[in-house]
């Protein structure tokens, strides 16, 4: 009878850790299709400021979950994937190292006092290069 019991609670320990292992591989999988999506929102519309408005001295490239801009001055903005905290981490120039989680409900990055990443790192562009870019 103990054997039994023993056998059932180790099954429902390895029923229980396959759910939640399969719920963290959506959650993942989904952390990094929102986190692609904006990493290449945000390219999209540098190549379409670039075009439009002949920013001839604006450096930027993407790839491996790894954005950086790098301004007529210098400047270096990286915006990046960080898998572990499931967050968009934005290094400026301006604001330094700010961190944002996915908001659902908003469907944009969100900083903890509330700002959406994609409009800091806009105002930041404007600050540091006069660049305007929705983004």
């Given at each position: 009878?103990?054997?039994?019991f023993?056998l059932r609670?180790?099954?429902?320990?390895a029923?229980?850790?396959?759910?939640?292992?399969?719920?963290?591989?959506?959650?993942?999988f989904h952390f990094?299709?929102?986190?692609?999506?904006?990493?290449q929102?945000i390219?999209?519309?540098l190549?379409?400021?670039?075009d439009?408005?002949s920013?001839?001295d604006l450096?930027?490239?993407?790839?491996?979950?790894?954005?950086?801009?790098?301004?007529?001055s210098?400047q270096?903005?990286?915006?990046?994937?960080?898998?572990?905290?499931?967050?968009?981490?934005?290094?400026?120039?301006?604001?330094?190292?700010l961190?944002?989680?996915?908001?659902?409900s908003?469907?944009?990055w969100?900083?903890?006092?509330?700002?959406?990443l994609?409009d800091?790192?806009?105002?930041?562009l404007?600050t540091?290069?006069g660049?305007?870019?929705?983004l």
């Open positions: 009878m103990r054997a039994g023993i609670r180790i099954h429902g320990i029923m229980y850790n396959n759910q939640r292992d399969l719920s963290s591989m959506t959650d993942e990094h299709a929102y986190a692609n999506a904006t990493l929102h390219f999209d519309q190549e379409q400021a670039y439009d408005e920013l001839e450096d930027y490239d993407e790839g491996s979950g790894i954005l950086s801009i790098v301004t007529p210098g270096t903005f990286i915006v990046s994937k960080h898998g572990p905290s499931q967050q968009l981490w934005l290094a400026s120039p301006i604001s330094g190292g961190h944002a989680d996915f908001n659902e908003e469907q944009e969100l900083l903890p006092d509330g700002r959406d994609k800091v790192l806009a105002e930041d404007v540091t290069a660049i305007r870019i929705r």
